[in-house]
């Protein structure tokens, strides 16, 4: 059942990366930023409530949920590098900045 639920949080967050990124560009950055964090942060204090309560369910929800969040604001980062970098040097500086982000992120998921 732990597997389950760990992994419930990558479906929400597969399912819904391509609407992320076409909201990110529609949207713009901010908004989807402050829906992102909000959301994400207010499912994260209520998990600990949900795991003493025991019902698997519920949890599975809330991290799904967590996932989209987190797919929001993943794709917020990258178009708000890209909007914000000189035009000139847009390709050169956008992967530069794009490799630093995301080839950071495994480390933190080592344990």
């Known amino acids: 059942m732990q597997a389950i639920v760990l992994a419930s949080f990558y479906y929400g967050y597969i399912t819904t990366t391509l609407l992320g990124g076409v909201l990110a560009l ?3 950055g901010k908004v989807l930023l402050l829906i992102a964090v909000l959301s994400t942060s207010l499912l994260t204090v209520i998990t600990p409530a949900l795991t003493l309560l025991g019902d ?9 949920l967590e996932g989209i969040g987190q797919v929001a604001l993943t794709s917020r980062t990258h ?5 914000y970098s000189f035009p000139i040097l847009v390709t ?11 080839g950071s992120q495994p480390a933190g998921d080592v344990k």
């Open 26 to 28: 529609q949207h713009g």
């Open 56 to 64: 698997y369910a519920a949890i599975i929800t809330v991290r799904v």
């Open 79 to 83: 178009t708000h590098r890209k909007r």
């Open 92 to 102: 050169e500086r956008w992967a530069r900045s794009s490799s630093r982000c995301t």
